[in-house]
């Protein structure tokens, strides 16, 4: 098939899934009911200057950081319970200098990092390698062909010590303050509490927050225009209503290159616009046209690559070899699960007498619409169907000296009529009315699996289900999701 260039994406990527921060921290909380994150921190310094031992509550995540960039997001430990133990100069009781030991109850600290979300890595793993995996999502995760699938992490990047160690934060428990914290001896001590902390959430300890994707291992076929091949993230921060604040997702396809640019995967406004949702899966505007525009090309003789943006429509026009100029535009319906194609088919038809005399020609431009509407079946899968409208038609005579003497638009109008009749006029709307569309056209959906919902799964094996769908006004196509855990 070949590929419709210069279409619009989403800020440079092809797909876009944002989960709002309440569905993370949701997630998070799941997880540390199952005891999959660990629930207690205990360290010391062999040379005793410091020591934790700690009761944890689940994390929580916060993507409105005031990072410029939005690409951070802020995780928060909080401390349940238990103590932290420090080393300080003081002075003994004869006024002498000497290291003092300071225990701090720690109910109602926590632990704050900063993670930025474009150094983090998706590393590939065998299932099977990770133990913490919980069961529910082990399940899910199986149903898939496993000759066909790895299943990738995307973690919060604490692999990166040295990152972690320069992005942290104790937040004392209210009230509370400890002139010791800023000395310098001190925060050495500290650095090494949060360096041992980092070390017990390494590898298949790492508290992650989206859970996994899934991926094709094998090539694409030449129509699986769905399967991400390039991946990164961004975050919009949502100040009026932080939990409504989206981690995205964001996908690249066919071997496109993830963008570099600063800017890339940012967006204007939240995907999420509404608290009865908990997740957007966006589909850029090139993707949808990808589908929908190659079968209409074919039948009026065009190329996908003939289609050109014009504002938020898509389409196409020029002569055939019999001088019928068509033109073909698709205008994404703003709020309804629906893109319209438009054709018009416009040529001069001329007229003769009964002598064989010519008396003028008409102008002739003929209509048709068909309406792309997606939806969902029962078991919640995308679908397509096409709704197809009657051929209507103009005419405009032009009668010649000739024909204003002899009086006969009627004869003008029976000559565009008879054209408008012949097979070789309307015949391709015949074909277009008689095919079955939406088989024509679901077939790269079904060469790209395209079950939407098989894409992400969220950390504890919660499985989200469409709510609504839509096309938007820049004509991207917006599917909005709710979780059942």
């Known amino acids: ?104 109850p720690m109910a109602g600290w926590g632990l704050k990092v900063s993670v930025n979300m474009s150094l983090a890595e998706i590393a590939q793993a065998d299932i099977a390698a990770h133990k913490l995996i919980p069961d529910a999502v082990k399940r899910q995760l199986t149903a898939f062909t496993v000759d066909m699938y790895d299943i990738r992490h995307l973690f919060l990047d604490f692999e990166d010590a040295d990152l972690i160690l320069d992005s942290y934060e104790f937040v004392p428990a209210a009230g509370v303050k400890i002139a010791d914290l800023v000395s310098p001896n001190v925060i050495t001590q500290l650095r090494a509490v949060v360096q041992s902390v980092i070390e017990t959430l390494r590898g298949s300890n790492n508290p992650f927050i989206l859970g996994y994707t899934a991926t094709n291992k094998k090539a694409p076929t030449v129509d699986a225009m769905f399967i991400p091949t390039g991946s990164s993230y961004s975050i919009f921060a949502d100040g009026s209503d932080p939990g409504r604040s989206s981690l995205n997702f964001l996908s690249e396809t066919k071997g496109r290159p993830v963008p570099t640019d600063a800017r890339s995967g940012l967006f204007d406004a939240n995907w999420l616009n509404s608290d009865q949702v908990q997740g957007a899966y966006v589909i850029a505007q090139r993707l949808v046209m990808g589908l929908l525009v190659p079968p209409v090309a074919q039948l009026f003789g065009f190329q996908p690559q003939n289609f050109k943006q014009s504002g938020n429509s898509v389409t196409a026009s020029g002569p055939d070899q019999s001088g019928r100029f068509t033109t073909i535009t698709f205008v994404p319906v703003a709020g309804a699960p629906k893109y319209s194609c438009q054709i018009r088919v416009a040529f001069r038809v001329d007229a003769d007498d009964m002598a064989g005399s010519n008396i003028g020609y008409a102008d002739v431009q003929m209509f048709w619409n068909a309406d792309f509407v997606f939806g969902f079946d029962r078991a919640d899968n995308l679908t397509l169907n096409v709704e197809n409208s009657t051929t209507s038609h103009q005419v405009q005579e032009h009668p010649n000296a000739l024909g204003e003497f002899e009086g006969v638009l009627a004869m003008i109008a029976d000559a565009a009529l008879s054209a408008i009749t012949n097979n070789s006029v309307n015949g391709v709307f015949e074909q277009m009315a008689n095919q079955a569309w939406p088989k024509v056209i679901s077939a790269p959906l079904e060469a790209s699996g395209m079950n939407l919902k098989s894409r992400i799964v969220l950390a504890a094996g919660s499985e989200f289900l469409f709510k609504d769908i839509a096309a938007t006004e820049q004509g991207h196509l917006k599917l909005t999701t709710t979780i059942r855990n």
């Open 1 to 104: 098939m070949n590929e419709l260039n210069g279409l619009r994406g989403l800020s440079g990527y092809d797909l876009v899934y944002a989960v709002s921060q309440r569905t993370i921290n949701n997630q998070l909380e799941l997880l540390s009911a199952l005891s999959v994150l660990p629930t207690s921190w205990t360290a010391a310094d062999p040379e005793g200057f410091w020591a934790i031992d700690l009761k944890v509550g689940a994390p929580a995540v916060n993507a409105v950081t005031g990072n410029a960039g939005a690409r951070a997001l802020n995780v928060t430990f909080p401390f349940t319970g238990g103590t932290m133990t420090y080393s300080s100069l003081g002075r003994d009781g004869g006024g002498k200098p000497s290291v003092v030991k300071n225990t701090i």
